[in-house]
C-alpha cells in the first residue's frame, strides 16, 4: 500500500537557522498539506498547497515558512529562520483529487525538529 | 473561528466495555468528520470517517454518529481491547484542511 514518507525523521537546529523538511506524498494525489503537532498537544494546521500554490494557510503559516513542490514527486517546508517555539512533529499529509473537500487525509510518519 | 472540542481528554476503561468519544465544530460548513489514532511517537492513522450527508457509520467495534443540527459527532468503540489504547483525535473538514480536537488518551485495562 503507497504511503507518505518524510525526511528526515529528527531534526535539531540552532535557532535563527534555516530548515527544510521533505515529504513524498502518494503518488496519484494532488492535494498536499502541512501540519505540526508540539508534543503532547493537538495536531494544527499550516498549509494546504494544490496546483503549484498555496489554497489556504493558517496564523501560525507566517513569512518565516514557505512550501515548495520543487518537483514531480517531492514537497518541502522551509522555516527559514527558526525560533525554539517552532519545536514539534512536522507531519505532511497528502489527498486524491477526486473527492476534493471530503479528503480523506494520508499522514507521512513525521519529522521531529528540536531547535536549541 | 473554525474549533472542534473534544471530550474527555482521557478515558480509561476495563477490556470488554465500551468507550465513547465527543466532539463539536464550530463551523456548520464543515463536510467531513474523520478520527484518527495516533500511538505514541507515531504518526495519525485513519479509523474512520463520516460525511455530512451521513448520520451514522460502522466498521466492526467502531461506530461514528454525526448530528449536523447539534454540530456534534461521537465515535463509539466497543468491546474495548488494550491495543485499543492510545490517543483519538477528532477532526472537521472546511474546505480541504482539517481542524483537530484536542485529543482523547484512551487506556483499555486488561
Known amino acids: 500500500e503507497p504511503e507518505v514518507t518524510q525526511t528526515p525523521s529528527h531534526q535539531v537546529t540552532q535557532m535563527g537557522q534555516e530548515v527544510i523538511l521533505r515529504c513524498v506524498p502518494i503518488?496519484?494525489?494532488?492535494?498536499f498539506y502541512w501540519y505540526r503537532q508540539i508534543l503532547g498537544q493537538k495536531v494544527e494546521f499550516l498549509v494546504s498547497?494544490?496546483?503549484?500554490?498555496?489554497?489556504?494557510k493558517s496564523e501560525i503559516f507566517d513569512d518565516q515558512f514557505s512550501v515548495e513542490r520543487p518537483d514531480g514527486s517531492n514537497f518541502t517546508l522551509k522555516i527559514r529562520s527558526t525560533k525554539l517555539e517552532d519545536s514539534a512533529m512536522y507531519f505532511c499529509?497528502?489527498?486524491?483529487?477526486?473527492?476534493?473537500?471530503?479528503?480523506?487525509?494520508?499522514f507521512g510518519p513525521g519529522t521531529r525538529l528540536t531547535v536549541l | 473561528g473554525e474549533n472542534v472540542e473534544q471530550h474527555p481528554s482521557t478515558l480509561s476503561v476495563q477490556e470488554g466495555d465500551s468507550a465513547v468519544i465527543k466532539c463539536t465544530y464550530s463551523?456548520?460548513?464543515?463536510?467531513?468528520f474523520p478520527w484518527y489514532k495516533q500511538e505514541l511517537g507515531k504518526r495519525p492513522q485513519l479509523i474512520i470517517d463520516?460525511?455530512?450527508?451521513?448520520g451514522e457509520k460502522k466498521d466492526q467495534r467502531i461506530a461514528v454518529t454525526l448530528n449536523k443540527t447539534a454540530k456534534h459527532f461521537s465515535l463509539h468503540i466497543t468491546e474495548t481491547q488494550p491495543e485499543d489504547s492510545a490517543v483519538y483525535f477528532c477532526?472537521?473538514?472546511?474546505?480541504?484542511?482539517?481542524?483537530f480536537g484536542q485529543g482523547t488518551e484512551l487506556s483499555v485495562k486488561p
Open positions: 499529509a497528502s489527498s486524491a483529487p477526486e473527492l476534493a473537500g471530503y479528503n480523506e487525509q494520508f
Open positions: 503518488s496519484n494525489h494532488l492535494y
Open positions: 498547497f494544490y496546483n503549484n500554490e498555496i489554497s489556504e
Open positions: 463551523d456548520s460548513a464543515s463536510n467531513y
Open positions: 463520516i460525511r455530512s450527508n451521513v
Open positions: 477532526a472537521a473538514s472546511i474546505g480541504g484542511k482539517l481542524i
